[in-house]
């Protein structure tokens, strides 16, 4: 049969190809759940042999775009078994819905301009069809084995209905979609031909026949190395001991391939030497590829801490508070370290958590070992950890019982702490030792003290604050700007202000300022530059927070 992609309209019309579009193209057997055509459209077909009939033909692409599906240079692939592979540029500028199956791995276009879209179409005309693929203990592709051994097998293609297996070794399984996979084991010495059928009979060619082969042996090989540090003992070179057994026979000088894991070429030798490119952690890999044995290809892995010396160091921070959780970091390398601490324990955990409760000065020390290395052993100097105790946070606050529109004032009761962090509650917050706050709603609210200490040691203590608040309202009538004091600025005072809207005018109405801020006033400037002696009107609207409203209009005098 032939397949065919193509593509029409959108671009093509632009570009005044007014007759290069998708309009009018034979629906054949269509693709279900496609939005309707438009003439922007991608078209599929397929013809049969020597092109004697039309087998198939869809259109495929979103409905309506500001460009059309379509590709910039194309890229069309088609396997033996009639599927099409079409990448696209689609869904340009978003907005149409572009189709995909339930599982796509995006069903949306998030860019603001073209997506890469990836479509695969499987026609279904080139009959049922069989492919077999073994796996030995979760390796793919593995066809070969040591007895007693299990080998997995699956049809990669899953096309037939019922598959009838045999495994050579006398075995037979027959399984229906969709079980395409099954296994069998291999007791004996010797090579399998195993053979899959493929049946569907609804196919042109109702069956289909894949084989594979499998290999038993006997000559198992196991698999071991030992690295060796080479000297001089500051240098990166070891050596490889190969300590690998075959069950019976010899390894060739062609048996093994070692990796060093640094990206350097692998070597094919029995032992192996090595210089390393710099001081790491590398993962060494042993290769059996040697056929003749009946695990290859085989591999053993080993992680090797490559280091002319091994030096103690770690990390922990100097600093702590009763009661204080200690974290030790090991910079060493190695995972074989003790812990020394001056309390007379030890510990061998690579990285420990230590608890000190009471307040004081501590010692640690870390001894590092590495086998690997010239000097074998090092032990770190004695780090000093001071445990500071924690300061004691409390306050009172006044007039209690509250009193209305009254501001509340903080007496701070802490000891042993430097300096304060006041959280009011209300979203406001002071850093002074004993602060006074005026709150703008009726309510309880959690004002909470932080107190610190010069090591940083915290201590936090909360009390619940009542507050009335009775909903007033005002505006100063004059200010002089440029000035320092309490009349530099003009601002909307008040309490119980929930939502504000305050716009101040110049005599021929131009707005010199606005705000919806209650704490943000007037400073006299317009665009930077101070305003003119005059008198201003402004007006304010103002919902108070128990749901009433407001508006008051006034003058405002700019005094110089």
Known sequence: NVYVSGWGGGINVFKNYTTGNTN?????????????????????????????????????????????????????????????????????????????????????????????????????????????????????????????????????????????????????????????????NYNAVGNYRVRVIAEDSSTCNIRDTAFINIKAGDNLASLAFTPIKDPPCTSLNYSFINQSAPTRGNFGPQSFIWDFGDGSPPQISFNATHTFPAIGDYVVTLRL????????????????????????????????????????????????????????????????????????????????RDPNTCNKVDTSDFFTITVAPKPQAQFTWQPNPPERNRPTRFTNLSTGASRYLWNFGDGESSTEVNPTHQYNTTGNFVAELIAYNEQNCTDTFRLTVRVLIDPLLDVPNAFTPGRFGVNGVVSVTGFGIGKMDWRVYNRWGQLMFQSNDRKRGWDGTFKGKLQAMDVYTYTLDVEFTDGKKLRKTGDITLLR
């Not at 958590?353 to 870390?366: A, E, F, N, S």
Request: charged residues 15%; contains cysteine.
């Open 24 to 184: 009018g193209l034979p629906q054949v057997d269509p693709l279900t759940g496609i939005p309707a055509p438009d003439g922007e459209d991608f078209y599929f077909f397929v013809l049969k042999k020597n092109a004697e009939s039309q087998l198939f033909g869809s259109h495929f692409g979103q409905f309506r775009g500001q460009t059309g599906d379509h590709v910039d240079g194309g890229t069309s692939r088609f396997d033996e078994n009639g599927v099409i592979y079409q990448a696209m540029c689609a869904n340009c500028n978003g907005g149409a819905a572009f189709p995909t199956t339930p599982n796509a791995w995006r069903r949306f276009n998030g860019s603001v301009n073209c997506n890469q879209a990836a479509v695969k179409i499987e026609m279904n005309f080139a009959g049922v069809s069989a492919g077999v693929q073994a796996s030995i203990n979760a390796v793919i592709s593995d066809t070969a084995g040591c007895v007693p051994f299990r080998v997995d097998f699956i049809d990669t293609l899953q096309k037939g209905r019922t598959l009838y297996w045999d495994f050579g070794n006398g075995l037979r399984d027959t399984t229906f979609a969709p079980q395409f996979s099954t296994f069998t």
């Open 289 to 368: 590829v040697d056929t003749l044995f009946c695990n290859a290809p085989d591999e053993l892995k080993l992680t090797l801490r490559v280091n002319p010396i091994v030096e103690a160091k770690f990390s922990t921070p100097a600093l702590g508070c009763a009661p204080y959780q200690a974290q030790f970091t090991n910079l060493s390398g190695t995972a074989d370290v003790t812990w020394e601490f001056s309390d007379g324990t030890t510990t061998n955990v690579e990285n420990p958590v230590k608890l000190y409760p009471v307040p004081g000065t501590y010692q640690v020390r870390l001894i590092a």
